[in-house]
């Protein structure tokens, strides 16, 4: 589940990077689409950590991108910056962890 919501992340970050269209968006929604995805990748942050136990810098890049998203061009840098990112943390997160349970008691 969470390595399709980062590889959905990647997706709407690489919309939102494209040069003139992404901005049109964003501008023409009033400012929305930034605040959707903040609270977006935050919720991937959180999966990240309670279902996988690792970190997910594409998420954090994707914070960073919705905070600073509504300056012009460091805007557009920072969606390529996260969908990349995010691309490769989903192409690196495994499909699901195998909780093994050890039984120490003796018979």
Do not use: C, Q
């Not at 959905?8 to 040069?19: S, V």
């Not at 997910?56 to 061009?73: E, H, K, M, N, T």
């Amino acid at each position: 589940m969470v390595k399709n919501l980062k590889w959905l992340g990647a997706a709407f970050e690489a919309f939102l990077g494209i040069p003139l269209l992404g901005g049109l968006f964003i501008i023409s929604m009033g400012y929305s689409p930034l605040g959707f995805m903040f609270v977006y990748h935050v919720i991937v942050l959180i999966l990240s950590f309670s279902r996988l136990n690792r970190f997910s810098y594409g998420a954090a890049v994707g914070i960073a991108a919705s905070v600073l998203g509504f300056i012009p061009f460091v805007g557009m840098m920072l969606h390529w910056a996260a969908a990349i990112t995010l691309a490769i943390d989903a192409a690196t997160t495994p499909r699901r962890v195998m909780h093994v349970e050890r039984d120490d008691e003796a018979f």
